[in-house]
């Protein structure tokens, strides 16, 4: 994850620097195990300036309707058709309406090692706000301006999606963290969800951008955890993600019923396929005392003791082992009979 103050200015570089209008080019090769942080680093508020009459400002609109934000460095002479190369390219990225949302700062690559932070430093970004070169950059790393635009703007799609109650831009959206099995992964201490320091290449945050950026360039050698390498699924998954995000936990209802002889407990298949929150709410008649419980691997993960049949089973989020969790639903008579329903509202 990265985190930004908003960039009131970019200081004139000393030299004349010479922007490049955008152009789509892959990346040249694989950034190896050397290039500790392959893309970018978090904003750092301290190396900003502070005057906004430094910066010059333009609104372009998309092809579907939207509007970017266009700041160019003053270290670059102003220039309508750069500006709209990096407008053009944007909106031929897979994305969804959070493109009306950006900020992109076309900088000098001097500037952006000093407003990201490390000499490194390709771009970055933060808080709808992007710091991309106004120059072609591929050199030793192999990197490519419109690879690390790509890259970043993963970084923009995972601010504006939900994984709750995760926060997407340190584990990805909701349904490539949960094909990727992220939240179990993290708990096993072999995922490091924001971190941006020594386990960059374990960060979730990352391996989502650079899989959004393998969207557009697929045959890019994988530079994060091989836990996280994108096969075909992941990829399709990844942008389903994008066009069609998930917003919100889904409800089921189950409904049985108890006698005052018989079984004593009824069972109700519940698949999950997505991590998150998990909710169910038990239902039965006054005067009995119902119990909710939930099964998954073969063992009790929960279950209610309450008095009465109004019972509720939480979780603040359940993390599947496998890619479909098995899971069953059970309610258990302790005494009295008659119907019951439970209400189970979760990730999916």
């Not at 930004?4 to 950034?31: K, T």
């Not at 949302?101 to 390709?122: F, H, M, N, W, Y």
């Not at 045959?219 to 998954?237: C, K």
Request: net charge positive; charged share 20%; glycine share 8%.
């Amino acid at each position: 994850m990265t985190m930004l103050a908003v960039l009131a200015a970019l200081a004139p570089a000393a030299r004349a620097a010479r922007p490049q209008p955008l152009v789509d080019v892959a990346p040249v090769g694989d950034p190896g195990p050397g290039s500790t942080r392959l893309l970018d680093r978090g904003l750092r508020p301290s190396r900003l300036a502070a005057r906004t009459a430094a910066v010059r400002a333009r609104v372009v609109a998309t092809p579907d309707g939207q509007s970017v934000r266009v700041v160019l460095s003053r270290a670059y002479t102003a220039n309508a058709r750069l500006v709209q190369s990096y407008v053009s390219f944007l909106a031929s990225l897979p994305h969804g309406r959070e493109l009306g949302l950006l900020k992109i700062i076309i900088a000098t690559p001097a500037e952006i090692a000093r407003a990201c932070g490390d000499a490194d430093s390709v771009a970055c970004y933060g808080r709808d706000t992007m710091i991309v070169p106004g120059e072609q950059v591929a050199g030793s790393t192999g990197l490519t301006t419109s690879y690390a635009i790509a890259h970043e703007y993963g970084h923009h799609v995972a601010a504006h999606r939900s994984n709750a109650p995760f926060r997407a831009i340190d584990t990805g959206p909701k349904r490539w963290s949960s094909y990727e099995r992220v939240c179990v992964r993290t708990l096993d201490g072999r995922l490091f969800p924001g971190d941006e320091g020594a386990l960059y290449r374990l960060n979730p945050g990352e391996a989502w951008a650079d899989t959004y950026a393998h969207l557009v360039y697929p045959t890019q050698p994988w530079a994060f955890t091989p836990l996280l390498r994108p096969d075909a699924r992941a990829l399709l998954t990844a942008r389903f993600d994008v066009l069609a995000p998930w917003t919100r936990p889904t409800t089921r209802r189950f409904a049985g019923s108890f006698g005052f002889a018989g079984a004593r407990a009824r069972r109700f298949a519940l698949p999950l396929t997505l991590d998150g929150s998990f909710v169910a709410r038990l239902a039965g008649p006054r005067g009995t005392n119902f119990d909710v419980a939930l099964v998954a691997r073969g063992r009790r993960i929960g279950r209610t003791r309450a008095r009465g049949s109004a019972d509720r089973l939480r979780f603040r989020a359940l993390c599947r082992e496998t890619l479909t969790e098995r899971a069953t639903l059970v309610v258990t008579r302790r005494s009295g009979a008659g119907p019951f329903s439970v209400a189970v509202r979760y990730a999916g």
